[in-house]
């Protein structure tokens, strides 16, 4: 069965830093891009980042540019998604998604003084 | 960027009676390798979204029959032929041709009468 475990959320101050992961098994994860995506309470979703197979390309929506960065590790089958100078409107649930086609549980980062 | 756009934003139906769920991009979805790459998710209460349909008309794995989309260009189409309770909850529309970034339609909350 394929899955993605996510882990790393959490309440975090204004300014703060936080490092979501994302565990991949069941699938050959280097083979696949990765995208993180993100809902905001009670909104729609909303792509974040992604990060080609074999690492070497990455891409950031406006909104995140220049705070966020998007890693993974293939040896160890995880995602990364370092998160720097949060705001509120960072606040949302968070997705690591495998090209689309499967999703992880979701993670709730909630930034808030 | 591409904007997408759903309608209606909310559809109450009947059990039984079949829905459908329009959602248009502000450019053509055809990529220069011919394929187009619209997606679609829904989105149960309390569950991460899960693809239902790929490339416009492709149904994911396990996904029921009564699920189809169509479409063309800027138009694109998810109806349901029958409507069941578990498909209550929230579809979005997203395009995977002119990225970054990718982009969802607003959602459509499908909800029973």
């Known amino acids: 069965e394929v899955q993605l475990v996510q882990s790393g959320g959490g309440l975090v101050q204004p300014g703060g830093s936080l490092r979501l992961s994302c565990g991949a098994s069941?699938?050959?994860?280097?083979?696949?891009?990765m995208h993180w995506v993100r809902q905001g309470p009670g909104k729609g979703l909303v792509w974040v980042s992604n990060?080609?197979?074999?690492?070497?390309?990455?891409s950031y929506a406006d909104s995140v540019q220049g705070r966020f960065t998007i890693s993974r590790d293939n040896a160890k089958n995880t995602l990364y998604l370092q998160m720097n100078s949060l705001r509120a409107e960072d606040t949302a649930v968070y997705y690591c998604?495998?090209?689309?086609?499967?999703w992880g549980q979701g993670t709730l980062v909630t930034v808030s003084s | 960027d591409v904007v997408m756009t759903q309608s209606p934003l909310s559809l109450p139906v009947t059990l039984g009676q079949p829905a459908s769920i329009s959602c248009r991009s502000s450019q053509s979805l055809v990529h220069s390798d011919g394929n187009t790459y619209l997606n679609w998710f829904q989105q149960r209460p309390g569950q991460s979204p899960r693809r239902l349909i790929y490339k416009v008309s492709n149904r994911d794995s396990g996904v029921p029959d009564r699920f189809s989309g169509s479409g063309s260009g800027t138009n694109f189409t998810l109806k349901i032929s029958r409507v069941e309770a578990e498909d209550v909850g929230v579809y979005y529309c997203?395009?995977?041709?002119?990225?970054?970034?990718?982009?969802f339609g607003q959602g459509t909350e499908v909800e029973i009468k």
């Open positions: 998604l495998w090209s689309f086609g499967v």
């Open positions: 069941g699938l050959t994860f280097s083979n696949q891009w």
């Open positions: 997203m395009q995977g041709t002119h990225w970054p970034p990718w982009t």
């Open positions: 990060i080609q197979s074999d690492g070497s390309t990455t």
